[in-house]
């Protein structure tokens, strides 16, 4: 007769005693709000840190000088969606382990305790069995697809993140470089009005120009003024958008210069061709990763959907003591044995995949528009500074000539004048023109898709590239 603990069998307590120790213990994290606005508003695009890690993809910045794919980079190290990003796929990925568990194993007991008819024979009864649930139907190989999909999914957004945190970046980056630029060139504007103004107030006083003329000029520099002063907003409207694409408070920009390099990107079309640019951009782009993880991820919930039309068989082999009597036992059974009721949830399934079908197609549409519009836009500017070239020409040609007059005293001073203010009119189209020819190239770079094939330029992998040591509280 087995020893008893309070009147019961020691051999049940002890194995139910020795599940015990395989379960994990919860640790908890507690999130203090808190700190992440300090740690913000403690961020500087001069840190040392920042500074080693984006030259660990090429040149490091010059001083304040930072390129638009310097700032990129520094957006994939600071923004907080990249690291969610990345959080997401490693738990994607963690979920592939879980969806290839079995079922675990379990165990049933039961003890009972005759009252009467025991005749000197033990009064208990205890029986113990394992539960253990074979999967049919491949059920574990269409959960571990539908995981892998769900993993695709996540590392494609966490691309597409990136994607679009260094094409706004390079962005914001441009806009502010354009701002700056044209408030140049409405400082400009306005100091060639204001010569002309002054050379007029002679011409007045020598009664060879009417005070209507005048005032006419003196409504062209207020004018001018009045400009600059909006395209200054601009710049402060424009430092603050990038300062907020990458994660910065707007101070940390106040010394920033932007470089941009003056060749564009719209040389890609001489070199690959408008075809092959489109080919290129819907095998890059992170979006058409994306909804092809989709599509494989329903295509995998369709597979799942029938593989539950197959019951699973539980076993259940087992001991039982029967007052002194030692039997073994093996149970049988075959839940959910009514397959038909799962067409249903087939049917969704494949409504699905249908409707992500659509969604790929979608997808490559709108790309393949998307890239020809950026190759329009490249060629419109090609033909812009063409035609802006011929412009400055003949204008510098007019300045030329009035020049040459005034020094033979053929005229006065005021043509010369009204010369180079048409030749610096010229020139600041040119530059326009010249900006935005640039911007098409980047536009077109962005299209693309994968910048890091594009190029010989390295780029991190956001999936594991990260900045080190970044500190848990402020400094």
């Known amino acids: 007769m087995p020893t008893r603990l309070g009147g019961a069998p020691r051999e049940l307590i002890t194995v139910l005693l020795l599940l015990a120790p395989g379960c994990v213990p919860y640790q ?20 040392a840190r920042l500074r080693d890690w984006v030259a660990r ?41 879980a969806a290839g568990v079995h079922p675990p194993p379990g165990v049933e007991g039961s003890l009972e305790r005759a009252v009467s008819g025991s005749e000197g024979q033990s009064p208990w009864v205890v029986s113990l069995a394992a539960l253990l649930t074979l999967e049919l139907g491949g059920k574990r190989g269409a959960r571990v697809q539908q995981a892998r999909a769900r993993t695709a999914i996540a590392e494609s957004e966490l691309r597409d993140l990136a994607w679009r945190a260094v094409r706004g970046a390079e962005a914001a980056a441009l806009a502010l470089h354009t701002a700056e630029a044209e408030l140049a060139d409405a400082q400009e504007e306005e100091s060639r009005l204001a010569e002309v103004e002054q050379r007029e107030r002679g011409r007045l006083q020598e009664a060879s120009l009417s005070s209507a003329e005048l005032a006419r000029t003196g409504t062209e520099v207020q004018a001018a003024r009045t400009a600059v002063a909006a395209v200054a907003g601009g710049v402060l409207n424009a430092r603050a958008a990038l300062a907020g694409t990458l994660a910065l408070p707007r101070r940390a920009l106040d010394s920033l ?37 989709r599509y494989a991820a329903a295509e995998a919930e369709v597979r799942l959907a029938v593989a539950r039309q197959y019951p699973d068989l539980d076993l259940g082999p087992g001991f039982i003591w029967d007052q002194g009597v030692h039997r073994w036992t093996v149970a049988l059974a075959l839940p959910s044995l009514l397959g038909i009721r799962q067409r249903a949830p087939i ?72 010369a180079r203010l048409s030749a610096g009119r010229a020139e600041r189209v040119r530059r326009a023109v010249a900006r935005r020819l640039i911007a098409a190239g980047a536009s077109l770079h962005g299209v693309l898709g994968q910048w890091s094939e594009v190029t010989s330029e390295r780029w991190p992998d956001p999936r594991q590239d990260e900045l080190p040591d970044q500190p848990a509280s402020p400094p």
């Open 28 to 47: 908890p994290r507690p999130l203090d709000p808190t700190m992440y606005p300090a740690l913000y508003r403690a961020r500087r695009l001069d840190d």
């Open 57 to 97: 993809w090429g040149p490091p910045p010059a001083g304040h000088r930072w390129t638009p794919r310097q700032l990129g980079l520094a957006a994939l190290a600071l923004r907080a969606d990249i690291r969610r990003g990345r959080a997401e796929w490693r738990a994607a990925l963690a979920g592939e382990t």
């Open 257 to 293: 210069e932007v470089a941009v390099d003056s060749q564009s990107g719209c040389a890609l079309i001489e070199r690959l061709g408008p075809d092959s640019l489109v080919a290129w951009a819907l095998t890059h782009r992170p979006e058409m990763g994306r909804a092809l993880a």
């Open 347 to 418: 049917r969704a399934a494949e409504a699905s995949r249908a409707a992500e079908s659509a969604a790929v197609a979608e997808v490559q549409e709108r790309i393949m528009g998307e890239t020809e519009a950026a190759v329009a836009e490249c060629q419109g500017a090609v033909l812009e500074r063409a035609a802006a070239d011929s412009q400055v020409a003949a204008a510098e040609r007019a300045a030329a000539l009035a020049s040459a007059a005034y020094q033979r005293g053929e005229s006065s001073g005021l043509e010369p004048a009204l």
